[in-house]
């Protein structure tokens, strides 16, 4: 875990993918997009069918590193509005038993749909911070969103090297995606440096070492 602050909360970046709120004993996550592979295999684009499993296996380890009590899952959780009936035995025996060890948040996204154990929320405030799915034009208080999945390109010694990674400005926070199977946004693209205004610095984080690096991707006009 990887220690950073946020709007004066204390924070933690756990497996590079997800937050850790040690004042509430939560563990944030966004866009998991379980069965994502059985819904393109029922499109006749056949791939591993075991993205769940390996998400909520990386959950499980999160959940057991940090000791949370609490989960908020940001949305798009589902890949469909089915996906929660195309869970297999394992997979589905592996969120029940996470979501009874936990109290369980779920809070709505774009491709959500179907029921699973724990709570449902649009969206919600928890200790002065709004957690929602996707950043909110015109929020004033500060924010924790998913929905973008960015992602950090460098190059060095001649190699390109993608990771997931946060972005944050200020006083708004987004996720990077938990999911096994999901794709990734240049984290400095126009829509989300768009959305994490107003701003005076955008910065991606992300772990290396062992340490957070802060990797500076946008700066408002002197």
């Not at 035995?89 to 709505?108: F, K, Q, Y």
């Not at 400095?188 to 005076?200: F, G, K, R, S």
Request: hydrophobic letters at 45%; aromatic letters at 6%.
């Amino acid at each position: 875990m990887v220690p950073f602050s946020f709007s004066g909360e204390e924070m933690r970046l756990v497996l590079g993918r997800a937050v850790f709120w040690p004042r509430e004993n939560a563990l944030l996550v966004a866009d998991l997009h379980l069965e994502k592979a059985s819904f393109f295999a029922s499109r006749g684009q056949m791939l591993p069918p075991y993205d769940s499993r390996e998400t909520l296996e990386r959950l499980a380890v999160a959940i057991r590193e940090t000791g949370a009590r609490r989960v908020f899952a940001l949305g798009d959780n589902f890949h469909d509005e089915r996906g929660a009936g195309r869970l297999e035995p394992h997979a589905a025996g592996m969120l029940d038993a996470l979501t009874r060890a936990t109290d369980w948040v779920w809070i709505a996204g774009n491709h959500d749909g179907g029921d699973a154990d724990g709570t449902c929320a649009a969206e919600l405030a928890v200790g002065g911070l709004v957690l929602r799915h996707q950043a909110l034009a015109g929020e004033r208080r500060p924010e924790l969103s998913g929905h973008f999945h960015p992602k950090l390109t460098v190059t060095s010694r001649g190699r390109r090297i993608s990771r997931p990674c946060a972005v944050a400005s200020e006083r708004r926070l987004i996720l990077p995606a938990f999911g096994a199977l999901t794709g990734g946004m240049d984290a400095a693209d126009p829509a989300i440096v768009t959305a994490l205004q107003p701003a005076v610095t955008i910065n991606a984080l992300l772990p290396a070492g062992g340490k957070l690096v802060q990797y500076p991707l946008w700066r408002a006009a002197a």
